[in-house]
Nanobody
Framework: QIQVVESGGGLVQAGGSLKLSCAAS????????MGWYRQTPGKQRELVAE???????TKADSVKGRFTISRDSAKNTVYLQMTSLEPEDTAVYYC?????????WGQGTQVTVSS
């Protein structure tokens, strides 16, 4: 069973930065796409950014110009660099690995941006 584990969340002031990490338990994960999603209470989970096995990225309009997704295949890890954070970015951030039509989710990491 492949596992993904997020880390790097925390409390930051508006305008600040955070870097999230998502580590997968198997190198085979690098054959799939990995993405970051976020969810706030009462709302659906939404895509923040995604990167395919060959490096193609997709980002939500709300984070373009502020967030960057990248992957280190040697470490089976995907990163989300978040800058110019806004209170609206406050959410639980989840990592998702999609491999062979199966989804593997992490437990989530809380990001709180204070105004």
């Amino acid at each position: 069973q492949i596992q993904v584990v997020e880390s790097g969340g925390g409390l930051v002031q508006a305008g600040g930065s955070l870097k999230l990490s998502c580590a997968a338990s198997s190198s085979i994960s690098m054959l799939g796409s990995m993405g970051w999603y976020r969810q706030t209470p009462g709302k659906q989970r939404e895509l923040v950014a995604e990167i395919t096995y060959d490096g193609v990225t997709t980002k939500a309009d709300s984070v373009k110009g502020r967030f960057t997704i990248s992957r280190d295949s040697a470490k089976n890890t995907v990163y989300l660099q978040m800058t110019s954070l806004e209170p609206e970015d406050t959410a639980v951030y989840y990592c998702r690995l999609r491999l062979h039509s199966r989804d593997y989710w992490g437990q989530g990491t809380q990001v709180t941006v204070s105004s």
